[in-house]
C-alpha cells in the first residue's frame, strides 16, 4: 500500500469493525435465534459494496484509492470470515446441519450475486 | 427433537460474553429482553476500533507484499482468512475457557482483530472476477477450499486451546 493510505485504511478499518459489532449486536436483539443473522446481513451487504467499488475502479472511471482505502479499510474490516467459520462450526458441533448447511451456502450464493450485482452496477454508473 | 449444547460454556456469538443475555439461546428457549445499545459502551467500542485498525492494516501488508496475477489465485487472502479463523478458534476458547481476562480483551482480539483481519467480501468479489476473466475452476477451487480449509483450521485452533489445562475451580 502507498503510505499515505496507511492511516485512511487504519481509520477506516476500526470504522469497518465497529459498525461490524453494533449491526450484529442490533439485528441479534431484534431477530434472536440461533442462526447467525447478523454475520450473514453483514457479509452479503459488504460484498455488494466492494463489488461497486470494484466495479467502479476495474470496470468504470472510479480513482484506485476507492478500492485500495475504502475496499480494503471498510469492506475488509466490516466483513468477517473468522467470526463466519466460527459460527458455523459451532452449529456443526451442535448437530444443527441444515442451519449450517443454510449458513454456509446462503452466505456464498448470496454473497457472490451481491458482490457480481456490486460489479455491474459500479461498471454501469 | 431436543437440542442440546455440545460445549455450553461458550458463546454462541463469539462476538458477545458468554453471560450476555443477548446469546442466542437453543430453539424453544426463551431470550430474556434487551437492547443492543447496552453493548454500546466506549471502552468496549474503542477495543473494537483497536483491534479493528490493526487487522485491516496487518490484511493491507500482507496483500500488498504478496499481491494476485492478473487472473491468479488470490493466495494472500486465502493465507490470511485460514490464518484468522486459526486464530479466532484459539484465542477465543483460550479467552473464554481458560484465561477469563477482563472484558476487554475479547471485543479487542476476536470482534476487533480477527473480524478485521479476515474477510468476506474480498473472497466474494475476487470469485467474481476470477470468473469474469474466465477462470471458473479456479474461483470454484478459490471458494471450496477457503470454506473446507477455514472450517479445518478453526477448528485445529479450538482443539488445541482445549488441551490447555483449565483455572483451577473452573
Known sequence: MPFPYLIPVLVLGAGGAVSRYLLDAFIGSRYPGIFPRGTFFINVTGSLLLGLLTGLVVFGHGPAWTTDILGTGFCGAYTTFSTFTFESLRLIEDRDYGQAALNIGGSLVLGLAGAAAGLALGAWI | ?170
Do not use: K
Open chain 2, 1 to 170: 427433537m431436543t437440542r442440546r449444547r455440545q460445549h455450553p460454556g461458550e458463546p454462541f456469538d463469539p462476538d458477545l460474553d458468554p453471560a450476555d443475555p443477548a446469546q442466542p439461546h437453543p430453539a424453544g428457549a426463551s431470550a430474556p429482553p434487551w437492547s443492543w445499545q447496552q453493548r454500546a459502551r466506549p471502552d468496549t467500542l474503542a477495543a473494537v476500533a483497536s483491534g479493528g485498525a490493526v487487522g485491516a492494516g496487518a490484511r493491507d501488508w500482507i496483500s500488498t507484499a504478496w499481491p494476485d496475477g492478473p487472473a491468479g489465485f488470490p493466495w494472500a487472502t486465502l493465507w490470511i482468512n485460514l490464518g484468522g479463523g486459526f486464530a479466532l478458534g484459539l484465542g477465543l476458547v483460550l479467552i473464554i475457557e481458560r484465561l477469563r481476562p477482563g472484558r476487554h480483551l475479547r471485543p479487542l482480539f476476536a470482534t476487533g482483530f480477527c473480524g478485521g483481519f479476515t474477510t468476506f467480501s474480498t473472497l466474494a468479489v475476487q470469485s467474481d472476477l476470477l470468473i469474469h476473466r474466465g477462470r471458473p475452476g479456479l474461483a470454484l477451487t478459490y471458494v471450496v477450499v477457503s470454506i473446507l480449509a477455514g472450517l479445518a483450521a478453526t477448528a485445529m485452533g479450538v482443539a488445541i486451546a482445549r488441551q490447555f489445562p483449565g483455572r483451577p475451580g473452573s
